[in-house]
């Protein structure tokens, strides 16, 4: 398998009125043509900054300053023109933002947003033929009426709506690489294990990698092939899901299995203080290993 | 005497295309001191029924009781103080212009909450409540992570010193870990300063472990309400139990549990 995103020793720091802050600290993290992985970890500590460092979003951000290696497909995103990333997104790559009601634009239809991004690779499409392929992408998220949703405004739609009508967006122009930020959490269970589902054949289907990041395992253990596990900045665990799960090495990857909350009941899980082994060296499983 | 009570409330919106009917007649009640779940399908009037607690939307038609008054469309300050709400989007909920300790201040000047002089140390306070650090009052929302805004809005609602907090999707976008830490603080708070919960999530693992009762929603009805235990072990209504069955799950003895529930047993 080619790899498709290579990260080598990437370090993150923003500028504030404060000083400085320092975020990542020296992240590797590869991903194949085609392979699902998950990013895990702790709130606050660089999932979602290392995703729009790959956009590369945070790289045009003036009070952030990125260092090391993001390879995509052959170019290298660091040193890349910002308009020659900007046309990589939405097109190449994509992305499912946490927040979905305030990443859709408040002040266009749904079907506007759509004939945006399809435009972005074609810009010749006609608006009909934009509407007809989002309605089929909105009926493959299973959002019912789909040609009602299209002259909808994003607060006419529910939490889990937009977040459905995102999943659809973001895979209308078959990206070779998905961004997924937290794309289950406001859906319903059952909702979520379908579009997580469909998510999975579309993904398969077009030979698309996605970079899931979640905080709900049981769904990571299920969409990923090989996860990683981040804690403040840091790499602690990287391996194929089975292996991760089954036989978490790391002192952080444990505590936060034993901290997902249970269908059983057996009350909130005690919380064990945040403890020197957390910051142990990084637990490589061996590919392959179950 | 119920602290809440809701009586055959509906919603309805017109949009380009017809009618929704958001929520349909829909009746329960909450004891003071009680955490009830509200569980269900995307878009089946959840957030909507929060909002119309909460006097953001009025009710179509039905009345909701707050302490024995019935609530009019336009609040009064106590009771917009009483009823505190932490939002579904953090990122949409936060003022973009105005620091995150601003934000959670704004409560505390509108209700008078405290010494003036003592506002700004009650602000980290209630940061410092949720896990987040003091000095971090004076960042801008967009220079936080998900789930350090998720807390933010947690703050900024028990602040103001409610009575009933109604928490949408109240710890979605935080790790297992620091969701541990923020239920248990959510459940200390509820006992010490005696406050009732109205907890709206799809995370039924978290709903087993915190709620007292669960009600579960479906198409804007009221399909299913019970204790949290009978809900998780004998659901009566297909709906639960579908719901249950596609929980994601970690462990063989809650798959165990799943695939019973599935088969219907
Ligand atoms: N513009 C900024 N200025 C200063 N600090 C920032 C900025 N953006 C993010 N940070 C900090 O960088 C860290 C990493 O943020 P990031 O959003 O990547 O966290 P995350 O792992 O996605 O967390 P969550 O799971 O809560 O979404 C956080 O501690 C955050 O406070
Ligand atoms: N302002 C509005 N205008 C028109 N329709 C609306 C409006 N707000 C909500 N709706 C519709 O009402 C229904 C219920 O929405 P609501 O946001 O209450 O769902 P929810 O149960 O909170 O869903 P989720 O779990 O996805 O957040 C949806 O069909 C939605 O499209
Ligand atoms: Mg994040
Ligand atoms: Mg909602």
Known sequence: MSTLLDIQDLRLSFKGLRGITDVLHGISLSIAAGERVALVGESGSGKSVIARIVLGLLQETRSARVSGKVGFDGAEINTMRPRDRAKLRGTEMSMIFQDP?????????????????????????????????????????????????????????????????????????????????????????????????????????????????????????????????????????????????????????????????????????????????????????????? | MSLLTVDNLSKSFSVAGGMVHAVRDISFAVERGECLAVVGESGSGKTTLANMLLGILSPTSGSIRFDGTELPAKRRASHRRAIQFVQQNPLSSLNAKRSIGASVRLGLDTYQIGERAQRWAKVEDALEEVGLPREMRHRAPSALSGGQRQRVGIARALACDPELVVLDEPTSALDVLVQARVLRLLNDLRTRKKLTYIFITHDLAVVRNVADRVAVFKSGQLVELGETAQIFTAPKHPYTRSLIGAVPVVDDAELDLRNRLAKGT
Do not use: W
């Open chain 1, 101 to 290: 009601t305030s990443s859709l634009n408040p002040t266009f239809t749904i079907g506007n947003q759509f004939a945006e991004v399809m435009r972005r690779r074609d810009p010749k499409l006609s608006r009909a033929a934009c509407d007809a392929r989002a309605i089929e992408m909105l009926t493959e998220v299973s959002i019912p009426n789909p040609d009602r949703i299209l002259e909808n405004y994003p607060f006419q739609l529910s939490g889990g709506m937009n977040q459905r009508v995102m999943i659809a967006m973001a895979l209308v122009n078959h990206p070779k690489l998905l961004l997924a930020d937290e794309p289950g959490t406001a859906l319903d269970v059952s909702v979520q294990a379908q579009t997580l589902r469909l998510m999975h054949d579309l993904v398969e289907k077009h030979g698309t990698a996605v970079l899931f990041i979640s905080h709900n395992l049981g769904v990571v253990r299920e969409f990923a092939d090989r996860v990683y596990v981040i804690y403040r900045g840091n790499i602690v665990e990287e391996g194929p899901t089975a292996s991760v799960f089954h036989n978490p090495g790391h002192a952080y990857t444990r505590a936060l299995m034993d901290a997902v909350p249970r269908i059983t009941g057996a009350g909130l899980p005690e919380v064990p203080e945040v403890s020197d082994a957390f910051l142990a060296p990084m637990v490589r499983h061996d590919r392959g290993a179950a």
